[in-house]
Nanobody, 124 residues
Framework: QVQLVESGGGLVQAGGSLGLSCAAS????????MGWFRRAPGKEREFVAA????????YYVDSVKGRFTISRDNAKNTVYLQMNSLKPEDTAVYYC?????????????????WGQGTQVTVSS
């Protein structure tokens, strides 16, 4: 079992930046493919970014490419999401997730563990 805890959410003006962190605990003797997802008000949860086990490969949804950066520090069992040039449409609850079977994946149903989420609100 792996427990994931997100932090770093908050309120920011459009054009601003926020950095999210996701700390893993529990069975961290192995590495996991990690991802960030978000659920905006009234919408389904969607994929945002993913990073491979070794941190060398990344995927992004088109709407955040060039603005968001996913990274990881395996020594600290932590994954990050740096969000720049934020837009009101980025407002959502952001979740991190871990997949124990794959090298990297963008598919929600393939993730095994989920955090509780952190709220990001971007004001216009």
């Amino acid at each position: 079992q792996v427990q994931l805890v997100e932090s770093g959410g908050g309120l920011v003006q459009a054009g601003g930046s926020l950095g999210l962190s996701c700390a893993a605990s529990g069975r961290t003797s192995r590495t996991y493919a990690m991802g960030w997802f978000r659920r905006a008000p009234g919408k389904e949860r969607e994929f945002v970014a993913a990073i491979s086990r070794n941190g060398l490969n990344t995927y992004y949804v088109d709407s955040v490419k060039g603005r968001f950066t996913i990274s990881r520090d395996n020594a600290k069992n932590t994954v990050y999401l740096q969000m720049n040039s934020l837009k009101p449409e980025d407002t959502a609850v952001y979740y991190c997730a871990a997949d124990e079977d794959r090298f990297i994946t963008a598919m929600q149903y393939e993730y095994d563990y989920w955090g509780q989420g952190t709220q990001v609100t971007v004001s216009s």
